[in-house]
């Protein structure tokens, strides 16, 4: 049998302790506020940060992580039934561009929780201003290329609102920076949860 070690996981920048769950590969040191991605067993620095409550709600307050993708979108061609892409970049031009913010929970959930609250924050925008806060944040179970892949999963829900008149889209998404934000929950009586920024329940 061969030898093994437990090794506490500790903040690069404080040295504080990191609370690190199953199959993280993210973690937040609530000590200094530093973040940090787990590759290959070392500690690579990402940015983390919080959006405040907006809407006061009953019950324990979490916080779950989301990425947050700073994209710059071209499109080549469009024909589909859709409005979203006209509505951001403005005009109804077939070539077309513009930045685009995406919030991808990073957390699990169901495929259609996943969809919904994605094309919600990510239509709204609302955490302009985004925070550091002192407070835990786990529950990693997606990387950055799922976060690539949901993204361009929501573009193409989003403009092509129904499925079967989808006729042509061509696009090109660069990814100008990829963060995370932990977006403030309700834990309700019955174990759903409220989200405290735009009041979705899941």
Same mark, same amino acid.
């Given at each position: 049998m061969s030898d093994f070690i437990l090794e506490a996981v500790k903040c690069k920048k404080c040295a504080s302790g990191l609370l690190v769950e @199953?199959?993280?590969?993210?973690v937040y040191c609530s000590s200094c506020g530093s973040g940090f991605? $787990? $590759?290959?067993?070392? +500690?690579?620095?990402i940015e983390i940060n919080f959006a405040a409550a907006a +809407?006061?709600?009953?019950?324990?307050? $979490?916080?779950? %992580? #989301?990425? +947050?993708?700073?994209?710059k979108i071209?499109?080549?061609e469009r024909k589909a039934s859709g409005n979203f892409l006209k509505n951001i970049f403005g005009g109804g031009n077939d070539n077309t561009s513009g930045d685009i913010i995406f919030y991808i929970p990073? #957390?699990?959930? %169901? $495929?259609?929780?996943?969809?919904?609250l994605a094309t919600q924050f990510t239509i709204k925008h609302? @955490?302009?201003?985004?925070?550091?806060?002192?407070t835990k944040l786990t529950g990693f179970a997606y990387g950055k290329e799922d976060a690539k892949k949901l993204a361009e999963f929501i573009l193409i829900s989003l403009e092509a609102e129904k499925s079967d008149t989808m006729k042509s #889209?061509?696009?090109?998404?660069? #990814?100008e920076s990829m963060e995370i934000l932990g977006i403030p929950f309700y834990k309700l009586p019955d174990g759903r949860f409220k989200?405290? @920024? +735009?009041?979705i329940e899941m």
């Amino acid at each position: 049998m061969s030898d093994f070690i437990l090794e506490a996981v500790k903040c690069k920048k404080c040295a504080s302790g990191l609370l690190v769950e @199953v199959n993280d590969n993210i973690v937040y040191c609530s000590s200094c506020g530093s973040g940090f991605e $787990i $590759i290959n067993g070392e +500690l690579i620095p990402i940015e983390i940060n919080f959006a405040a409550a907006a +809407l006061r709600g009953e019950g324990e307050m $979490i916080y779950k %992580p #989301f990425w +947050l993708l700073k994209t710059k979108i071209s499109i080549a061609e469009r024909k589909a039934s859709g409005n979203f892409l006209k509505n951001i970049f403005g005009g109804g031009n077939d070539n077309t561009s513009g930045d685009i913010i995406f919030y991808i929970p990073a #957390f699990y959930c %169901p $495929i259609e929780t996943m969809k919904n609250l994605a094309t919600q924050f990510t239509i709204k925008h609302p @955490v302009a201003s985004p925070q550091k806060y002192n407070t835990k944040l786990t529950g990693f179970a997606y990387g950055k290329e799922d976060a690539k892949k949901l993204a361009e999963f929501i573009l193409i829900s989003l403009e092509a609102e129904k499925s079967d008149t989808m006729k042509s #889209f061509n696009y090109d998404m660069k #990814f100008e920076s990829m963060e995370i934000l932990g977006i403030p929950f309700y834990k309700l009586p019955d174990g759903r949860f409220k989200d405290a @920024v +735009l009041g979705i329940e899941m």
